[in-house]
């Protein structure tokens, strides 16, 4: 069993594409990469933590969504979250939702919310924090969060578009970081 994360899917979401750059020619496109990248590297044993923005815009029910997605699913609520949340259909496919959790990883203390904070729940005894919400912008938020040695950037855009492990994560957040 794999512990995985991801933000910011925004399934259903055709303004999105051109707010992150995405490489997808429309919706349609992108809803089908996002769901065969999932379920390529999501086995059905598998944890996946989706940190908020799951469907947003979207014109298929949130549900239609999950129930392609393999894997155990844990919601953190981000600020796109609200049409998901109100679904009974979809709740049925999530095994929890929060708006913050604090979580083990291997040896890892990680504290999960959609929105980037400055200090988390175990920050000065060595915690990680995971979030979203930020997409793959470098403004001031991004800015601010690098400087937080312990804090990563869950977005799909720059995690290939799939869940990823803890240890992919601080890879891929170190090469974002290079591509200044």
């Known amino acids: 069993m794999s512990i995985l994360y991801t933000a910011d899917l925004h399934f259903?979401?055709?303004n999105v594409i051109g707010f992150d750059g995405r490489p997808f020619k429309d919706g349609d496109e992108m809803?089908?990469?996002l769901i065969e990248r999932w379920n390529t590297r999501v086995r059905p044993e598998d944890t996946v933590y989706i940190i908020g923005d799951l469907c947003c815009r979207n014109k298929k029910p949130s549900e239609w969504y999950l129930e392609q997605l393999s894997g155990h699913k844990?919601?953190?609520?981000g600020?796109?979250?609200g049409t998901t949340l109100k679904s009974l259909a979809a709740m049925k496919h999530l095994e929890g939702v929060e708006r913050m959790l604090h979580i083990r990883d291997g040896n890892n203390q990680i504290?999960?919310?959609h929105f980037p904070i400055a200090e988390w729940n175990g920050y000065y005894k060595g915690a990680w924090h995971i979030y979203g919400h930020i997409h793959?912008?470098?403004?001031?938020?991004y800015e601010f969060m690098r400087t937080r040695e312990k804090a990563l950037n869950a977005g799909c855009m720059?995690?290939?578009y799939a869940p990823v492990s803890f240890d992919e994560l601080v890879r891929n957040n170190r090469l974002f970081k290079e591509q200044e």
């Open 74 to 77: 844990i919601l953190i609520q």
């Open 158 to 160: 720059i995690n290939n």
């Open 111 to 113: 504290q999960l919310c």
């Open 31 to 33: 809803d089908r990469c």
């Open 12 to 14: 259903g979401h055709e």
């Open 79 to 81: 600020n796109h979250d």
């Open 136 to 141: 793959n912008k470098k403004g001031d938020t």
